[in-house]
């Protein structure tokens, strides 16, 4: 106890080193990923309505752990505390570290408040008996966050001074963009076919065009394809990016280690698609595929705030441009 207070009387006074909030702010990344796993588990055992209610668990009881379905759903929601704390943490860092700075300090604010907009989203979902479209939003959430985490923490370890500049050619950062635009129409689309096929929570639930359920149902059919297709053109993207760094050496160094783990990812992530598909949908490998969705979202985060970086000097800022001319005329 001792110590903790002295920890506490040491933050006051100092503050946080950029170490310290570093270690806070991956900490709330690994927390904020858990919860979409969990909670994935919860639509995936089928306890989307394990309680009936929000915030108690049902009419009579404010916890209730008197069958498996309950108890996970219950287990879910009480993990939402710690995620929670850790935002609060991770906010508290960003404020108490030294120096502070105000793109951190956004960052922590959108997960301050997207925690409990996310309990809200979850309430509409148990009102609403897991309507597909409030389901949606509740995933949709929480990748937002994910990125807010992601940016926040690749963000902090960037200089405290100096200006933002691009760190890459104007063409490869539109190509970038482009691909993180389309990961997020992707994500999307997953999101909809989650809420056709078989695994949206409970039997009962209501799904995208009625209440397919099969995994030969027409719907769920045609929505898997355009999904599918959707996942090839993000990948045909990330592609032609590799093709534009061939002649761009320090942009390849700038990319290279974002753009690898991105199209690894996505095709461990395809192919998990196409066998749990083949497979009939298991809830094993949906578990999985969900887990690496969320490493997608996440990786793509990353591709994007490696595009711009800051500058410590006039001379670096002289270079880029000089840099970025000389690659506009080899075009």
């Known amino acids: 106890m001792s110590r903790l207070k002295a920890f506490v009387r040491r933050v006051r006074a100092e503050g946080f080193t950029p170490r310290e909030f570093m270690s806070i702010a991956v900490a709330a990344l690994v927390l904020l990923s858990i919860i979409v796993v969990s909670g994935g588990a919860v639509r995936l055992s089928g306890s989307g309505l394990g309680c009936e209610d929000w915030p108690n668990c049902n009419n009579e009881r404010i916890l209730d752990?008197?069958?498996?379905?309950?108890?996970?759903?219950?287990?879910?929601r009480l993990f939402t505390f710690l995620v929670a704390f850790g935002v609060v943490l991770a906010a508290l860092a960003a404020w108490y570290r030294r120096p502070r700075r105000r793109d951190l300090l956004v960052?922590?604010?959108?997960?301050?408040?997207?925690?409990?907009?996310?309990?809200?989203?979850?309430?509409?979902?148990?009102?609403?008996d897991l309507h597909p479209a409030a389901v949606q939003w509740h995933f949709l959430l929480s990748m937002v966050l994910v990125i807010a985490a992601v940016m926040m923490i690749v963000r902090s370890r960037e200089p405290d001074a100096g200006v933002r500049?691009?760190?890459?050619?104007?063409?490869?950062?539109?190509?970038?963009r482009l691909l993180a635009v389309w990961v997020g129409i992707v994500v999307v689309l997953g999101t909809i076919v989650t809420n056709t096929g078989p695994h949206a929570g409970d039997e009962e639930a209501k799904r995208f065009w009625g209440t397919v359920t099969d995994i030969n149902g027409n719907a769920l059919k045609w929505i898997t394809r355009i999904h599918g297709v959707s996942v090839w053109v993000?990948?045909?993207?990330?592609?032609s990016i590799f093709w534009s760094l061939r002649r761009l050496p320090n942009d390849r160094r700038v990319l290279d280690a974002p753009l690898t783990a991105w199209v690894v990812a996505c095709v461990v992530q395809g192919s998990v698609g196409y066998v749990q598909?083949?497979?009939g949908l298991p809830v094993g490998l949906v578990a999985v595929h969900l887990a690496g969705g969320t490493s997608l979202v996440a990786i793509t985060a990353w591709l994007w705030a490696?595009?711009?970086?800051?500058?410590?000097?006039a001379g670096e800022m002289v270079q880029r441009?000089?840099?970025?001319?000389?690659?506009?005329?080899s075009e």
């Open 306 to 313: 490696a595009t711009t970086k800051k500058a410590e000097s």
């Open 165 to 176: 500049v691009p760190a890459v050619v104007p063409r490869v950062r539109a190509r970038v």
């Open 107 to 128: 960052y922590s604010m959108v997960m301050l408040i997207g925690v409990p907009a996310q309990g809200l989203v979850g309430a509409v979902v148990i009102w609403t």
């Open 234 to 239: 993000a990948a045909a993207i990330a592609l």
């Open 321 to 329: 441009v000089s840099r970025q001319r000389k690659a506009s005329l």
């Open 277 to 279: 598909y083949a497979a």
């Open 65 to 76: 752990v008197s069958n498996a379905h309950a108890a996970v759903e219950q287990i879910n």
